[in-house]
């Protein structure tokens, strides 16, 4: 892979995803941390990520990251739990050494594992996620890291993105899915009392998996919690905070047709966005 010289100059906060489910990190994002520029690049021609290998995504991923920081970005977030289950260490570990180590790169599911302790009081949780995410283990393994004593159980829900991107939330196919990987999750370990949404797109499914969870279990998302980290990133690292830039503004980026992710974007953020067609390869 051939990459440019990498600019210096301070710019904005880059966020990437597969698909449009990051849009719901954004928004949370742009909520807690209104005051920086933002670039927002997905990756839709080539979504789902969650059904790849290790090796695609992390070379999808790795094109991505190389896109924004070419763009001036300092700070990457990877809004996808794909990504960040299946590329985000190798990036850190070996590729952020040969682009630029002052650079950084962060994903979603470290801040979901960091406030899983205080919200079980019978340390057995849940996953709801993508093939993807639940195959790569890495729930698992970073709720392990922090809280040793914590079981975790997951299952994966194949259908859930397919039935947000088509526009089904709200049907009554959503009902019957939602129900049956639930009641798959619940099976395995009833003593489970909260349950990560461990994938971006499952937060405009809220309405039907309230229905269907029983209320003593408590539902995790993740937006909240990943802006609520970065904000405290960003206070911890005031060197990185300064080489973000302050000007409130926000650009999107799709790999599929304008229009295309107009009409998709439009759902997830319940406003009509401007968005520039790029390609990503190698």
Not at 69 to 80: D, K
Not at 113 to 119: L, Q, T, W
Not at 123 to 141: D, E, F, K, V
Request: glycine fraction near 8%.
């Amino acid at each position: 892979m051939k990459h440019s010289v990498l600019p210096v100059a301070p710019g904005p906060i880059g966020v990437f995803d597969s698909g449009y489910g990051g849009l719901t990190i954004l928004s949370k994002i742009r909520e807690v941390l209104p005051q920086y520029d933002y670039i927002y690049l997905g990756d839709n021609a080539r979504t789902p990520y969650g059904t790849r290998s290790f090796e695609i995504v992390y070379e999808f991923t790795l094109q991505a990251v190389t896109r924004l920081f070419e763009s001036g970005c300092h700070l990457v977030v990877l809004a996808c739990n794909t990504a960040s289950a299946k590329a985000l260490r190798s990036i850190q570990q070996n590729d952020l050494p040969r682009l630029d180590a002052t650079r950084r790169v962060l994903g979603v599911i470290r801040p979901t594992a960091e406030c899983i302790g205080g919200m079980t009081h019978t340390r057995h949780i849940g996953i709801l996620a993508t093939p993807g995410t639940i195959n790569s283990g890495s729930y698992p393994m970073e709720i392990r890291k922090l809280f040793p004593d914590i079981r975790v159980t997951g299952v994966a829900c194949p259908l859930w993105v397919p039935l947000v991107e088509n526009n089904e939330a709200d049907g009554d196919g959503a009902d019957y899915f939602v129900r049956k990987n639930i009641r798959q999750l619940l099976d395995k370990d009833g003593e489970i009392d909260a349950v990560i949404l461990g994938c971006t797109h499952y937060p405009l499914l809220l309405p039907k998996i309230r229905q269907h969870m029983p209320g003593r279990i408590q539902i995790v998302t993740q937006g909240e919690l990943v802006a609520d980290s970065l904000r405290g990133y960003l206070q911890r690292h005031p060197e990185m905070a300064a080489r973000c830039t302050q000007g409130g503004s926000c650009v999107y980026y799709t790999t599929e047709a304008e229009e295309k992710f107009r009409e998709s974007a439009s759902m997830f953020l319940k406003e009509q966005v401007e968005v520039k067609q790029t390609v990503l390869n190698d």
